[in-house]
């Protein structure tokens, strides 16, 4: 981890004494108030990192949880679902990424489908952070750990809202985080309370090719920014991303701002996670399809689905969708057509909506003929 990393991470999430400490703020109206000690969380002035999209628009709820061991504080964003018989869509974000790049996507879902519940986790090295023994910061990112942590960060969020269980959930990844929502669904974490699980524009074979290229492509990529309007526009000019509006929403939470000179730097060194690329994605296609769970792959194009997924789709076990004129970040280019996808995958596979006949023998005790 660079050095600019870790005096991010001690800064941010109050390892030690930041320069400008968090708000917490109660609020007497969320049940999330009288939970836990780490609160509701509004970043100061001096660490915000949107000028112009806050994550409220999007969000109900941001908050740092605490686990003690290993001693970690996780950022994760929240709308609570209605009820809990209403299901809770988990998200994780892609490599460099972070929970804004869902923001358009889930204003969108939740126009569907009001009731349902949204948590949006940002990975460590991507806005949480986790510690070792000795006290240093750990940037292990092997896909055993993420998946781990986004498991924890469920039973966390749990915790903190008061809730006697997890509402059942639907696991919902874009890129690596798609393959740590299929490792997820393939460990047994959450029992039987995985409705299902969504991969966004990532498959095994491609993603294996795409790897040998990507440190030339990191490469390329400048290294800062004077101020994050100049960020935007690199996003949108490189065709990064293809939606001005979810770029002001997402790319601001991506960069930190130096100590010196005030220019922006990216908040994730993607150059420095090289070691664990192929850990992320290898053995991705059989986890997909022996994943516990209804399953939805979906794509920017029908050119990345690998041979073993090809089969598998032929065999109707998993639903296919693809939406062509989207690059690798679909949910933020199409966020409307994204959003309709997951609503009628959530639709499609939610327990709680079927209503099964009355039993047999409720109705002779009833004195009902049958």
Known sequence: MSDLAKSFAKTKLSSLPPPEPLIEEEDDSSSASSMSSTGTVIPS?????APTIHWSDYYA??????????????HVYLTPPASLQA?????????GSSAMSFALAVKEIRKAMPAIGILALEAREHGSVVWDENGAVDNNLSIDLLSRDMADMMFLTQRKMGWKEL???VLIGHS???AVVTHVANMNLLGNKVLGFAVLDVVEGSAMEALKHMQAYLRTRPKLFDNLDAA??????????????????????????????????WKTDLSRTESYWENWFTGMSAKFLNGKGAKLLLLAGTDRLDKELMIGQMQGKFQLSV??????????????KTAEVIVEFVKRNDRSTLVLPPKVSDLLAQGKKV
């Open 87 to 95: 299901p809770l869509l988990v998200l994780h974000h892609g490599a």
């Open 167 to 169: 509402p059942s959930v």
């Open 61 to 74: 709820q941001e908050f740092y949880l605490e686990r003690e061991e290993p001693h970690s504080k996780f």
């Open 176 to 178: 690596l985080g798609g």
């Open 45 to 49: 002035n001096a660490q915000r990192p």
């Open 323 to 336: 939406l062509p004129a989207a690059g690798h970040f679909l949910q933020e280019d199409q966020p409307e």
């Open 232 to 265: 935007i526009d690199w996003h949108i000019r490189s065709r990064t991303l293809r939606n001005p509006e979810s770029a002001r929403a997402s790319v601001p939470s991506l960069f930190v701002q130096t100590s010196t000179g005030g220019r922006w730097v």
